[in-house]
């Protein structure tokens, strides 16, 4: 048996920012990522987000790899949430994500910041949010809807 943990923080947002994640909705959405990523063995530590975006606290399943991870999280919910019409006009995600690995011991920081996701941005945009998690990790997208 092979052992792997690899925390995993990813943020993706509504496809053009759109501000459709509104607290039922969110609330929803995210009760359902959870719910299926639990059947396709991918463990989700936090989740929560504001008006235009998710942030997930998760471990890498070993089996599927970043890219088939974030494909079942994101193309997944936007299939249901269409499905059932959770939202007014249909759910789309933006193509891109951020996702980095997170050492053990800023797990604790990480969790804290997804749970304050409505106090955080109070004080800054997801635009500005997403630059600053991009020019951190040495990328510099500036378009990323």
């Known amino acids: 048996?092979?052992?792997?943990?690899?925390?995993?923080?990813?943020?993706?947002?509504?496809?053009?920012?759109?501000a459709i994640l509104k607290p039922a909705i969110l609330k929803s959405?995210?009760?359902h990522i959870i719910a299926?990523?639990?059947e396709k063995g991918i463990v989700i530590d936090r989740i929560n987000g504001h008006d235009d975006?998710?942030?997930?606290?998760?471990?890498?399943n070993s089996d599927l790899g970043i890219?088939?991870?974030?494909?079942?999280?994101?193309?997944?919910?936007?299939?249901?949430?269409n499905k059932i019409r959770l939202t007014k006009d249909r759910l789309y995600w933006a193509d891109k994500y951020f996702a980095a690995s997170v050492s053990n011991d800023k797990?604790?920081?990480?969790r804290k910041y997804i749970d304050?996701?409505?106090?955080?941005?109070?004080?800054?945009?997801?635009?500005?949010?997403?630059?600053?998690?991009?020019n951190s990790q040495g990328f510099f997208d500036e378009d990323f809807g």
């Open 53 to 60: 975006h998710i942030h997930v606290l998760m471990l890498l």
């Open 67 to 81: 890219s088939k991870q974030m494909q079942f999280l994101k193309g997944e919910s936007s299939n249901w949430a």
């Open 36 to 38: 299926n990523a639990k």
């Open 116 to 134: 304050n996701q409505q106090l955080h941005h109070q004080k800054q945009t997801f635009a500005d949010e997403y630059r600053i998690f991009l």
């Open 1 to 18: 048996m092979s052992y792997v943990k690899i925390w995993i923080h990813a943020v993706w947002g509504t496809k053009n920012r759109e």
């Open 29 to 31: 959405i995210c009760t």
């Open 107 to 110: 797990v604790g920081i990480v």
